[in-house]
């Protein structure tokens, strides 16, 4: 089904909302937990439940290549292949692919890489992550784009951003079957292993766009009127937490949000940083993914209400208290820093599980909180003691200058 | 408190039974999952809890190397330490030692041994193993032993026997405070960091002692009789499960197990395969521990009714099919074979933790069923016809000659 958001209340340009998709309800803003390899690193699916997770991220370039989609849609999509009864949204793979730099050549067609597991040449065009999706049955589906790498010269950003409204376009043909039954069975077919009579009636989610023009407002209007030529259900803001400084995001954000559909879900890629998705709501963002929690969970940093603490730091050692004595879930509510430093120093199994429950509830949490204030109407004062307070813990510990795009990545 | 069993049936030598400890009952025959470095690997505590898992083991030779016995004493013991509210049995760390080989050296007082974690040396006597226990506070704390190697002529195995029962002495000397206060405040106290007031009051469990001797009988029955001139409430036979032949190992068993006092736990050490530990019960055994369904799982061997499947291989690939159709654990019940296969390859950590709830779940599913066959008078049967059937499988799987020792490691 065609994916809706019915907004129930507004502040400013941050909207509250309800996004219905096949496997159900979303609330709006939502952060999104990636699942590169059809799961979310050391979580089980009852967990991300428990956690209050609604929708998480499947990466379509790594699922391409391992298990292949074919497995996956032999599961009746990734729902049945990983057991989540949820939303799924999947990437388009573009993001991936760029990140491969010199092991992949980019034409109009698409392109072609070598894959990181084989060294085997694969193709990706439009047509081949729309294959590759529809098999995955995801809940939402993102058009292939060119990824504008930053910095670049309006020239170049130029001529990225018309590739992928090109490729937005084939994406969107593809995608509903508009090109007709006859090109499914051309040379693109043969690529993905793809055969008619595998393709499902109709599509089992919807497609969302994706504005880009790196940091030129005047391309990034030009893409979002490119996209708005077709009925994409939802858009998306690709292209940043790519390395740029924060005021330029936010410039973009401010120049291209305004612009976009009030009545469809907005999704900002890759953000970002607890900070940065209170900054990208306030101007109107509904939809958030990003590795940030479950990676740092892996390498022991951990999100508290007053900044990010390495648990490997000896300082932890022998401190009995939780991670955060204001945190709820279960990883606080039962174990010691200085257990959980243990386990990362034994390099248990454990302690990235535990790590990983406590900083996905701390990003859920945060979407949770900024619901309700917005229902509220409070989200500007709530969000102005937030990140003043997050600012100062940045200046304190000295990483204000962190990239926000550490957290987008190249899957997980 | 003191370890006490309550036996409910008995058939032929199998019992049936109830141990009541600090921390509350365990029926027996029971399986302990080993929790090497406080944390059974991949597990959560209420995993093991809903696995029917009643009490598990600790390895004192590693816990006092990471995190330290003064760092778990802090949070009340390992119970604290690890968010388990159930029976802890940990061993005396002896095991482990003599595993290092050349890195250490015996010598009546103990052991001494260079740490495999940071080359520093360390001291290891039956006064320091009580010590670290008695941090630990486990409900049963395992008496130091010198584990004989196998093979070993009959002078090396009494030698290597004599020793254990001195040290077996000094082990329920220290741990029942009979050696008085003086001899706490000695040399060995720096050497572990104790301090006298850090003691508890009383044993917060109690201490089983060890037979130990090789492959020879005459030395088992010795060694049996050394150690029943103290009131230890459990004993266990060690120095099994190291390489011997099977039939040689039942051999010992059948020598020894008659003999020793009915209304005390019997403990086999680091058996086994399920097939050994069916045997054992047959025999007249109580308590089993084994690495081997939690270090298989993380390798990809997974336990079925009709053997063992190695789910790396390509046969598993499509196959949409559970392990085992027969099986009602989480993971048979929610995942493929392809999908754990997918898991595994992709070093996903959802894969070592799906993979060890079904693997604990088959063998804490066997100790169910050994339970009801005793109860109901029927294991006999029931066993002729399950090691027939596992006879069969080995031979057909070219498997016979796999050594029962392989479960019987350094920790985990």
């Known amino acids: 089904m065609r994916p809706t958001l019915r907004i129930l209340a507004t502040e400013g340009a941050a909207r509250l909302g309800q996004l219905t998709t096949t496997h159900g309800l979303v609330e709006t803003p939502a952060f999104m937990p990636v699942g590169t390899y059809g799961t979310v690193k050391a979580m089980s699916p009852e967990e991300l439940e428990g956690l209050g997770a609604q929708i998480i991220l499947g ?12 497995i996956v849609a032999a599961h009746k999509g990734l729902h049945g292949f990983m057991h989540w009864q949820h939303p799924v949204l999947t990437d388009s793979g573009g993001f991936q692919v760029f990140s491969l730099k010199s092991l992949r050549k980019i034409t109009e067609e698409g392109v072609r890489f070598r894959s990181p597991i084989n060294g085997s040449e694969v193709r990706l065009t439009p047509e081949d992550s729309m294959d590759v999706q529809l098999k995955l049955r995801s809940d939402i589906a993102m058009a292939l784009d060119d990824c504008t790498p930053y910095p670049a010269t309006e020239a170049q950003a130029r001529e990225s951003m018309e ?11 593809r995608y509903y079957g508009q090109s007709g039954l006859e090109s499914r069975t051309g ?18 989610g919807g497609l969302f766009g994706i504005v880009q023009g790196g940091m030129h407002g005047a391309l990034r209007l030009a893409s979002l009127e490119a996209l708005l030529r077709f009925d994409f259900p939802g858009l998306a803001v690709g292209g940043l937490a790519v ?13 291209v949000v305004p612009h976009m559909p009030a009545d469809r879900p907005r999704y900002l890629m890759g953000v970002g940083r607890p900070e940065d998705i209170v900054a990208a709501v ?27 603490i390495n648990i490997r730091n000896s300082v932890h050692e022998a401190d009995l208290g939780p ?15 200085s257990y959980l430093r243990h386990l990362d120093r034994c390099n248990e199994i454990l302690g990235s599980r535990l790590n990983t429950l406590h900083n996905l509830h701390f990003y859920l949490e945060l979407m949770r909180t900024l619901r309700t204030a917005i229902g509220e109407g409070r989200l500007a004062s709530w969000a102005r003691g937030y990140l003043a307070l997050r600012w100062e813990e ?12 550490e957290g987008r990545a190249d899957g997980e």
Do not use: K
């Open 163 to 173: 590739r992928s409204m090109r490729w937005a376009e084939r994406s969107y043909r």
């Open 394 to 405: 940045r200046r304190r510990s000295g990483r204000g200058g962190e990239a926000a795009g």
């Open 282 to 308: 306030l101007r109107g963002i509904d939809m958030f993914d990003c590795v940030m929690p479950t990676r740092h969970a892996r390498n022991g940093h951990l999100f508290t209400a007053t900044g990010v």
């Open 243 to 255: 390395g740029e400084p924060e005021e330029e995001r936010l410039r973009i954000l401010e120049t």
């Open 187 to 204: 040379g693109d077919a043969a690529n993905t292993g793809q055969r008619v009579e595998d393709l499902p009636s109709g599509p089992p």
């Open 59 to 70: 990466n379509t370039f790594h699922l391409m290549l391992r298990p292949g989609p074919d």
């Open 323 to 337: 991670i955060d004595p204001a945190c709820t879930c279960y990883t606080c509510r039962h174990f010691s820093r």
